[in-house]
Every structure is written in structure tokens, then in C-alpha cells.
């Protein structure tokens, strides 16, 4: 099992511009959900999903979209990225008969010009 | 106020000591409690549950105290591999499983 996978790695955008931050996890989870975390702040979670087709906002949803059409793919839509977003991103995933453990994705370190 | 606080540290000891950590949470609603482990550039891993009774897995004792609404780590006999940054995590009832983290304590175990 890969796990959850995030990619790209890291990204550098220009204010103003879109991108799509990927994540996928070959678990069979049900629950997935993608953070922030900047310095001092700990991980802030911006948009979870329960499952296929459903989707909810977080704490901080501004500025991001989601999109939950299958199980395993769960990606992060930036916008219009804005200097604000800069930040390192987390995907995770856990199964609902466990929620307690979520598996956390690499990240991605997101960079806004 | 934050919801979940922690002293961000950072925490320096010798290996072999025996370090503790805090966490308060504001909510009173919270019902689930757990401290993830990230290293430094890492993502967060679970590294244990906190239950009432308090419970203990092998080096590491976590305790939660509900009426003051805290929740303690602590590490017995420190090693060099410990040294991460330290998360406490809350959920709170209602909250469709959704995690809220304090911003972490960083611990650096020396030689």
C-alpha cells in the first residue's frame, strides 16, 4: 500500500494563478480531509469529505474548492492563489470505524509570489 | 483564545531524562483526545490515545484530566530518536470527527 499521496511536492505560484494540489490514498478510507499548517498555528483543517460525492467546509474554506467523485481521489483547488496561501498542505485519510488515526499525506509546500 | 494550547517550547534535555508536556483545551464538549508526532518536515503520525483512566505504552504515559481540561505526555528515559515536535489533538462531540490541533511542542533530546 502507497498510503495517501500528495503531489507536487513543493510549487511556486505567481499571485493570481489556480492549481490543483493532489491527493489519493489506496486504503478504502472514507473520510478524507486536507490542512494547512503555518508556524505557530498548528494544522488548521480547510475542507473534509465523509465520502464519495460529499463534501464539507473547515475551519478555513476561503480561497480553496473541493471536489470528492471517488473514494480514493480527493484534490485542493486553489483559485486565485493569493501570497496568504502560503503554506504547507496535508491530506488525510482514515476509516470511519477509526477515526482516531488519520494518515497524513507528505505535503506539499505551497509558495505564493 | 486558542482551543487547543500548548507551551511551543522548545524542550532541550540529556538523553535518559524523563520530559513532560501539557495541553489545554477550551472546549468542554471535546470528547476525544491525542497526541500525533511530526518530525521536522514530516507529516504528523498518530502516536497515542488519551483515555480517561490514563494509559501507558511502553516509554511514553499519557494522562487526561477532564475538570481542569488538560492533557499531559510523558516520555521516560529520553532518546535521540524522541526528538520531534509534539501534538495535542482534540475532537469535539458533534464535530463530524474533525480534528482541531494545538500548534505543537518541539522536544530535542541531546547526547
Known amino acids: 500500500n502507497a498510503g495517501v499521496t500528495q503531489t507536487p511536492k513543493f510549487q511556486v505560484l505567481k499571485t493570481g494563478q489556480s492549481m490543483t494540489l493532489q491527493c489519493a490514498q489506496d486504503m478504502n478510507h472514507e473520510y478524507m480531509s486536507w490542512y494547512r499548517q503555518d508556524p505557530g498555528m498548528g494544522l488548521r483543517l480547510i475542507h473534509y469529505?465523509?465520502?464519495?460525492?460529499?463534501?464539507d467546509q473547515g475551519e478555513v474554506p476561503n480561497g480553496y474548492n473541493v471536489s470528492r467523485s471517488t473514494t480514493e481521489d480527493f484534490p485542493l483547488r486553489l483559485l486565485s492563489a493569493a501570497p496568504s496561501q502560503t503554506s504547507v498542505y496535508f491530506c488525510a485519510s482514515s476509516s470511519v470505524r477509526s477515526y482516531n488515526e488519520q494518515f497524513f499525506g507528505p505535503g506539499t509546500r505551497l509558495t505564493v509570489l | 483564545r486558542k482551543e487547543v494550547e500548548q507551551d511551543p517550547g522548545p524542550f532541550n534535555v540529556p538523553e535518559g531524562a524523563t520530559v513532560a508536556f501539557n495541553c489545554t483545551y477550551s472546549n468542554s464538549a471535546s470528547q476525544s483526545f491525542f497526541w500525533y508526532r511530526q518530525d521536522c518536515r514530516k507529516e504528523p503520525k498518530l502516536l497515542m490515545s488519551?483515555?480517561?483512566s490514563g494509559n501507558e505504552d511502553g516509554r511514553f504515559t499519557a494522562q487526561l484530566n477532564r475538570a481542569s481540561q488538560y492533557i499531559s505526555l510523558l516520555i521516560r528515559d529520553s532518546k535521540l530518536s524522541d526528538s520531534a515536535t509534539y501534538l495535542c489533538?482534540?475532537?469535539?462531540?458533534?464535530?463530524?470527527?474533525?480534528?482541531?490541533f494545538g500548534s505543537g511542542t518541539q522536544l530535542t533530546v541531546l547526547p
Open positions: 489533538v482534540v475532537i469535539l462531540s458533534g464535530s463530524a470527527r474533525q480534528l482541531t
Open positions: 469529505s465523509v465520502g464519495a460525492g460529499i463534501t
Open positions: 488519551v483515555y480517561s
